[in-house]
């Protein structure tokens, strides 16, 4: 008996020690979901539920390519007539976007993104009207005007004044709206297609932006007050972050007209045209390289489906990563990804390679949406953040040459081998560029103050 009774205190610490790691580990996985909790609490949780239905608006850019057999089987237009409607659309995209990201320094991104829904309704209840290709183009021109309003800038600069700690997997969460939505909506539309015709389907998405998602919006959004960033609790102290807590909004940080005298500012500016140049041109002939090396359409299909549902994982993966990790840490690691993938398209065309560069591309270009607001406020400040993010997103114009590069590319020699190659360069290029990306505040002194 007394043998047994000293067992028993002797086995105490073991189980102490193992009540301790357990406690450990378990917050290690459960304290980011812990911290997003305090963070998004209150009104900033209604905030960021308002952002993910304005980003799942997005998805009206979806539906055009799955209803393309019903569009030109009616009106007769070839597809290089069809497809041309992109480039016009990411120009006006393009040219927009600064003034998007003014708007939503100067008046409040809830107005803009509010305008930009009901100009996205009207556009889409003009569409079942259209009867020619100039109609077509002009409308799809106006679309882009709409998207980008809902787009990254105004809801990166939403988040962003509402969420600090949690910032990284809060903007994945968001920026997810757009593969939620693209998943959700282009089966209904395809469905009710296929009941009566594209025209009705564009006309039902025209008034459900009005019936559903201005409402929505109209009532989640609200622009931040004075003191109410941070109003979430305190973080324990038990918690010990692995970065630096995120430098609020404050007056040194660097606005457009500084920001543009930043090497920063043009390292970005490049990496985001390498980017655009090889993601628009591989969600353009993604599915016709894969037919191209023998793969039933329907496969190909299927993993191109794949890549752009991988989004909604990445998104999330990534922006809880960017919570833990220095931003720099975070869009290395993205463009790192993104680089691999490129590569991975010249190597032979094995099997597990095609899959390697679907979960590599699908993982890189997504996540993308996520890091690259948190660089831009890293490297300038929060406070000048869309109109910086809108000068930038003038690469649109250029990255849209992608898709147009590539065809010449395959026209020319038959292959996309060397389009292959110059994107693998240009991304390579653009990688090490990244390295040198820096904290422009610290030489606020040194470019001196300017207005936005």
């Given at each position: 008996m007394r043998a047994a009774r000293s067992n028993?205190?002797?086995?105490?610490?073991?189980?102490a020690l193992a009540t301790v790691e357990a406690t450990k580990i378990s917050d290690r996985l459960l304290g980011p979901l812990r911290r997003l909790a305090d963070d998004l609490w209150g009104r900033a949780a209604l905030v960021v539920l308002g952002c993910l239905l304005a980003q799942m608006g997005l998805a009206y850019g979806y539906i055009f390519p799955a209803l393309a057999n019903d569009i030109l089987g009616e009106m007769g237009w070839t597809r290089s007539e069809f497809s041309f409607a992109r480039l016009p659309q990411l120009a006006a995209m393009a040219a927009v976007s600064p003034w998007v990201g003014l708007l939503s320094l100067r008046y409040g991104a809830r107005r803009v993104i509010l305008a930009a829904v009901v100009l996205l309704g009207m556009a889409f209840l003009a569409f079942p009207q259209v009867s020619s290709l100039d109609q077509y183009y002009g409308l799809m021109i106006v679309t882009g005007f709409a998207l980008t309003g809902v787009g990254d800038i105004t809801v990166g600069h939403m988040v962003s004044q509402?969420?600090?700690?949690?910032?990284?997997?809060?903007?994945?969460?968001?920026?997810?709206?757009?593969?939620?939505?693209?998943?959700?909506?282009?089966?209904?539309?395809?469905?009710?297609?296929?009941e009566t015709?594209?025209?009705?389907?564009?006309?039902?998405?025209?008034?459900?932006?009005?019936?559903?998602?201005?409402?929505?919006?109209?009532l989640l959004l609200r622009e931040v007050r004075t003191g109410e960033q941070s109003t979430s609790p305190p973080e324990p102290e038990r918690d010990h972050s692995r970065k630096p807590a995120r430098r609020p909004e404050s007056d040194n940080d660097l606005n457009l007209r500084a920001a543009l005298r930043t090497r920063s500012f043009w390292i970005l500016f490049f990496s985001l045209f390498?980017?655009?140049?090889?993601?628009?041109?591989?969600?353009?002939?993604?599915?016709?390289?894969?037919?191209?090396?023998?793969?039933?359409?329907n496969e190909a299909v299927r993993l191109y489906a794949t890549a752009i549902g991988l989004g909604i994982s990445s998104k999330i993966g990534l922006g809880l990563l960017a919570d833990r990790i220095p931003e720099k840490y975070s869009i290395l690691l993205d463009y790192g990804v993104l680089t691999l993938s490129s590569l991975l398209l010249l190597a032979d065309p094995d099997s597990w390679l095609i899959w390697a560069f679907i979960g590599s591309f699908g993982f890189a270009y997504a996540a993308r949406d996520v890091v690259y607001p948190l660089i831009v406020s890293d490297c300038f400040g929060l406070r000048y953040l869309a109109p910086i993010y809108g000068a930038?997103?003038?690469?649109?114009?250029?990255?849209?040459?992608?898709?147009?590069?590539?065809?010449?590319?395959?026209?020319?020699?038959?292959?996309?081998?060397?389009?292959?190659g110059s994107f693998a360069l240009l991304n390579c290029a653009s990688l090490l560029a990244l390295l040198f990306l820096r904290d422009e505040r610290e030489t606020r002194d040194s470019l001196g103050p300017g207005d936005p």
């Open positions: 028993g205190p002797s086995n105490r610490p073991r189980y509402w969420v600090t700690r949690s910032r990284g997997l809060a903007l994945g969460i968001v920026y997810a709206g757009s593969n939620i939505g693209g998943v959700l909506l282009v089966p209904i539309v395809v469905a009710l297609a296929n015709d594209w025209r009705t389907a564009l006309l039902a998405m025209g008034l459900g932006a009005f019936a559903l998602l201005l409402p929505a919006v109209g390498t980017f655009f140049f090889y993601f628009l041109a591989l969600l353009e002939h993604l599915v016709l390289y894969l037919t191209d090396l023998g793969l039933e359409r930038l997103m003038l690469t649109l114009v250029l990255g849209g040459c992608g898709p147009l590069f590539a065809a010449a590319i395959h026209d020319h020699f038959g292959s996309y081998t060397f389009a292959f």
